[in-house]
């Protein structure tokens, strides 16, 4: 891989935590060239196990914008699920930490598009419900959204139903087959292709350019991995 691999430190007064933040930087890069900016919820996963970063070089080397990927690592399963949960309070100041602060602080760091279409959030499970509801509650700030697999419930149906902007969006959407007794993490067993098929029908009928794909399989990184170049190329338009 050509692109360089490094890590930020960022200390986040709002959540009260000390991000280790993983970070893709593409091949030849200047500060004096402005670049796009990717979010990764779930960031240890989307480098780790995504292996975003070669997928994200792939991607430029067939005509992606030049963009910078920056994953947003959770410190616990129990805080993960905290800061993401549509049902939990925590989840608004999760989203005021990716507006109020860490934005700031990459746009500071790197030289990037400081536009709503120059930034991409992506997600899965839990991180693609928050990248979604960030979208929603600050489309100014983000109007490109990745998700694989996302949780989905009423909140985040109403929240759609309601919010009409993201007929605005670039969105990519895929869910396993597979997904009908999904063990989550705080134990229960529940049916994720339902719900996914639900925003689906409602995202259909808008404006937005929308990417839907039912993959074959389950609510595991092995597909997610599989299903990443099909969706940079869809966000890349190539």
Known sequence: MNGKMTSLQFKSD???HTFELPVYLPHHYSPLHTYHLAIAQDGRDYFQLGRIG??????????ARDTIVVGVPYPSVETRRKWYHPDNETHHTYLQFMVKELLPFLEDTY???RLAHGRMLMGDSLGASISLVAALSYPNSFSRVMMHSPYVDENVLHL??????????DIYHTIGTEETEVKTTNGSIEDF???????????????ARYFYNEFEGGHFWKYWEKDLPQALRFMFDL
């Open 14 to 16: 709002l959540l009260r």
């Open 54 to 63: 070669r997928k994200m070089e792939a991607a430029i080397e067939e005509g």
């Open 111 to 113: 030289s990037t598009w």
């Open 160 to 169: 759609v139903e309601k919010n009409k902007e993201w007929n605005h969006f």
């Open 193 to 207: 292709l339902t719900p996914n098929r639900r925003l689906h029908e409602i995202f259909k009928k808008g404006t």
